[in-house]
């Protein structure tokens, strides 16, 4: 059974960091395009981040670039976000994702299938 459990949100304040985790069970992640994706009541959900099966390719939302990074961690089958640089407006609730397809510059939550439970990160001073 396919299973992602997201962990690591909580409350910070701003200038700081988070790492939010998403361990995978029931698949291998190695085998798939990840994505981390972002969303606050009222509005859509926004792709923060991919990172394709391989590897080659990772891509990030203009609003994270610089501040982002998405890793992926082969031996512990677990995928991580890390964020730096926390500002307000990164206050929503994130999700990891995998799916089939390549990793674009638009990060399209319909081409996503399995989904984790998701995490709330709030920045606030």
């Known amino acids: 059974q396919f299973q992602l459990v997201d962990s690591g949100g909580g409350s910070v304040q701003p200038g700081g960091s988070l790492r939010l985790s998403c361990a995978a069970s029931?698949?291998?992640?190695?085998?798939?395009?990840i994505a981390w994706f972002r969303q606050v009541p009222g509005k859509e959900r926004e792709g923060v981040s991919c990172?394709?099966?391989?590897?080659?390719?990772?891509k990030y939302s203009d609003s994270v670039k610089g501040r982002f990074t998405i890793s992926r961690d082969s031996a512990k089958n677990t995928m991580h976000l890390q964020m730096q640089s926390l500002k307000p407006e990164d206050t929503a609730f994130y999700s990891c994702?995998?799916?089939?397809?390549?990793?674009?510059?638009?990060?399209?939550?319909?081409?996503?299938?399995?989904w984790g439970q998701g995490t709330q990160v709030t920045v606030s001073s």
């Open positions: 029931g698949f291998t992640l190695d085998y798939y395009t």
């Open positions: 990172l394709s099966s391989d590897g080659s390719t990772t």
């Open positions: 994702a995998v799916g089939y397809y390549f990793c674009s510059d638009y990060i399209n939550s319909t081409e996503y299938d399995y």
